[in-house]
């Protein structure tokens, strides 16, 4: 069983580009976490989805940022016209569906650099 | 003041040294996580507990829920546990649907030979 995937690893972007970030949760797992590392500072949450809905984006920017997870494929977090302050480690976790289970399996993190 | 607190932020043991890590929350949690990061790379979930305690090889996680307190204990340290050691707190679930993590600032340790 593949743990939770992410790619790409690392993803150099210049000013005013888009960033797309993908996630593919573990086999069964249903749904998706969002994580931000900036440099130097902790990690925070950035969205919460199920299947086909966002449950919880109060950690997301307002602008030029959004995530969705179809039914079919992985998760996307869409970056569009980044900025230097974009750049950092974006991680997924995640979790299976219902049983009362919350364990969060994290993936590798994409590395996103904006020069 | 952060939601969930660690101390300390920067411990540096000597080989072989018994290692104690804290974690201290102030809101309802329905569980909680302890991570460990390597510089540069990604996440590992060591341990996730609700209450009580766990134990992995040479790792031990405690918590008191009462004193909303959780430990990570490492015995017989070893150069390769150096990492960045992170608590994140589930927070209670109140009928709305988000399980969303909040996290310590993390506490830097490095083991040396």
């Known amino acids: 069983n593949a743990g939770v995937m992410q790619n790409p690893r690392h993803l150099v972007r210049r000013r005013g580009q888009e960033a797309r970030l993908r996630c593919s949760p573990m086999k069964g797992h249903s749904h998706v976490y969002w994580y931000r590392q900036l440099p130097e500072e902790g990690l925070k949450f950035m969205v919460y989805?199920?299947?086909?809905?966002?449950?919880?984006e109060s950690g997301m920017p307002k602008e030029r940022f959004s995530a969705e997870f179809p039914k079919e494929g992985p998760s996307i977090l869409r970056i569009q016209q980044v900025v230097r302050g974009d750049s950092a480690a974006y991680f997924c976790a995640s979790s299976p569906m219902a049983s009362g289970s919350h364990e969060q399996y994290f993936g590798p993190g994409t590395r996103l650099t904006v020069t | 003041k952060n939601e969930v607190e660690q101390s300390p932020q920067n411990l540096t043991a000597q080989e072989g040294e018994f290692i104690t890590i804290n974690c201290s929350y102030s809101?309802?949690?329905?569980?909680l996580h302890w991570l460990q990061q390597h510089p540069g790379g990604g996440i590992v979930s060591l341990f996730m507990?609700?209450?009580g305690k766990k134990k992995h090889g040479r790792l031990i996680a405690t918590i008191n829920i009462q004193e909303k307190h959780s430990s990570l204990h490492i015995t017989a340290s070893h150069p390769r546990d150096s990492a960045v050691y992170i608590c994140a707190a589930l927070r209670v679930n109140y009928g709305g649907a988000t399980n969303k993590l909040i996290f310590g600032t993390g506490t830097l340790l490095a083991v040396q030979p």
């Open positions: 507990l609700s209450s």
């Open positions: 989805l199920q299947k086909e809905n966002i449950i919880d």
């Open positions: 809101v309802g949690i329905s569980a």
